[in-house]
């Protein structure tokens, strides 16, 4: 299910509402730029 957000909600209570429902959200970023990898971006949610 799919719920939008009011764009007055604060980051706490989107926390809130993510705890709520039982949500897990895991995010990787990585940015090298001697290493030249650029731009890494990984990203799991479970419901």
Do not use: F, M, Q
């Not at 650029?38 to 419901?47: G, P, S, T």
């Amino acid at each position: 299910a799919v719920e939008k957000t009011n764009s007055s909600s604060s980051l706490g209570e989107v926390v809130d509402r993510i705890l709520d429902k039982g949500v897990v959200v895991d995010l990787w970023v990585r940015v090298s730029l001697v290493g030249i990898e650029l731009l890494a971006l990984e990203a799991r949610v479970v419901i």
